[in-house]
């Protein structure tokens, strides 16, 4: 009922930069948060940052200052730009969405394939 596509990711030498994009479509209704974590190989899946319809945004501690997420809600589109990047960022960055839709009032999680970032040293 909801697609995430996102887009962005790829290969960048250690502080370099990428921006992440992620395009919500489908029976929407509303969007109640928008963000993205990621997956290490080996390590859980992680928040990265979140931004809520109402404007909140959380990020993960350790990102403060490098990642900055944004949001485009005319779009149903959420970006991640990523600054001065780092081999441990190397990750599989997934968008993520809580969404209701016109068949169901109930937020739900939906979750993108996800995109490959790979930060050489």
């Known amino acids: 009922q909801v697609q995430l596509v996102e887009s962005g990711g790829g290969l960048v030498q250690a502080g370099g930069s990428l921006r992440l994009s992620c395009a919500a479509s489908g029976s929407i209704f509303s969007i109640d948060a928008m963000g993205w974590y990621r997956q290490a190989p080996g390590r859980q899946r992680e928040l990265v940052a979140l931004?809520?319809?109402?404007?909140?945004?959380n990020y993960a501690d350790s990102l403060k200052g490098r990642f900055t997420i944004s949001r485009d809600n005319a779009k149903n589109t959420v970006y991640l730009q990523m600054n001065s990047l780092r081999s441990e960022d190397t990750a599989v960055y997934y968008c993520?969405?809580?969404?209701?839709?016109?068949?169901?009032?109930?937020?739900?999680?939906?979750w993108g394939k996800g995109t490959l970032v790979t930060v050489s040293s």
């Open positions: 931004q809520t319809s109402g404007g909140s945004t």
């Open positions: 993520n969405v809580v969404a209701t839709t016109t068949t169901s009032k109930l937020g739900m999680n939906y």
